[in-house]
Nanobody, 125 residues
Framework: QWQLVESGGGLVQPGGSLRLSCVVS????????IGWFRQAPGKEREGVSC????????QYVDSVKGRFTISRDNAKNTVYLQMNSLKPEDTAVYYC??????????????????WGQGTQVTVSS
């Protein structure tokens, strides 16, 4: 059974940084695309970033370009989302997701069938 577990969320002041981790089990991370999504209170879930199975290409939603960086360490079965210059509008529950048929990343939640439980990120002073 494919499992994904996010960690690294927390409370941070505006301008601060966090690094989220998505550890996968039940399958080998090599070759599979991973997407990061987030859902803020009262809002629909949106795609934040994704990384293809080969590591390239990657995608970012416009609101995080230049601030967030996605990377993967296949040896550790882990995908990271480095978040810098955080803003209050980045506050949300962040989820990682994957799918056995997906090698090329796409920021469409319908393309992913396996999801983690989420990790809360709160940006506030």
């Amino acid at each position: 059974q494919w499992q994904l577990v996010e960690s690294g969320g927390g409370l941070v002041q505006p301008g601060g940084s966090l690094r989220l981790s998505c550890v996968v089990s039940g399958f080998t991370l090599d070759h599979y695309a991973i997407g990061w999504f987030r859902q803020a209170p009262g809002k629909e879930r949106e795609g934040v970033s994704c990384i293809s199975g080969s590591g390239d290409p990657t995608q970012y939603v416009d609101s995080v370009k230049g601030r967030f960086t996605i990377s993967r360490d296949n040896a550790k079965n882990t995908v990271y989302l480095q978040m810098n210059s955080l803003k209050p509008e980045d506050t949300a529950v962040y989820y990682c997701a994957t799918d056995p048929s997906r090698r090329l990343c796409i920021m469409n939640e319908g393309a992913y069938s396996s999801w983690g439980q989420g990790t809360q990120v709160t940006v506030s002073s």
